[in-house]
């Protein structure tokens, strides 16, 4: 988990986490802080166990630590945040010093995770990222349950993880 715990201890990661903090503290729906993103890293380690798909855990927690990171770009400049996040995450592991080579498995991860549609071309982890980000809210005990916009469908009704 080296890559993660660089990230966990970055000061500009940290600065970053403060302000997406400030920026949704009059927020009723679910937040995009380190403990979604924690719920998130986790959700997809159980995943990655249960189904037995081999991947890194510090590839998953880092795509976990990085997916919303373009949040205060919308909340700013209307940006769709999987796609502000993309060059934020960018940077971020180029100043934890992530292998080049295998940068764009996260960056995808960060860019696709929002999509509603999974398509065949996703990879394995962006696939993981995008169903532990749903499965990490709590519908169920959500206060703020009925103003949300997220379909019936799609809320989480019962605990799963």
Not at 2 to 24: C, F, G, M, V
Not at 31 to 47: K, S
Not at 56 to 73: F, N, S, T
Not at 74 to 94: C, K, M, Q, R, T
Request: glycine fraction near 4%; charge should be negative.
């Amino acid at each position: 988990m080296i890559y993660s715990d660089r990230l966990l201890s970055n000061p500009r990661y940290l600065d970053l986490l403060a302000r997406l903090k400030k920026a949704e503290q009059e927020r009723i729906f679910c937040g995009h802080d380190l403990d979604h993103f924690m719920a998130v890293a986790r959700i997809g380690r159980i995943i990655n166990c249960e189904d037995k798909l081999g991947l890194d855990p510090d590839d998953i927690y880092l795509a976990a630590l990085l997916h919303d990171v373009g949040r205060l770009k919308e909340y700013e400049d209307g940006i769709p945040h999987d796609e502000a996040g993309v060059p934020i995450a960018a940077s971020f592991l180029e100043e934890i010093s992530y292998p080049e080579e295998e940068r764009a498995t996260i960056l995808e991860a960060v860019s696709g995770h929002r999509s509603a549609n999974e398509q065949d071309e996703d990879g394995l982890l962006t696939k993981l990222i995008r169903r532990a980000d749903k499965l990490s809210r709590p519908c169920f005990s959500c206060p703020a349950r009925a103003q949300c916009n997220w379909p019936e469908s799609q809320k989480n009704k019962f605990f799963r993880y």
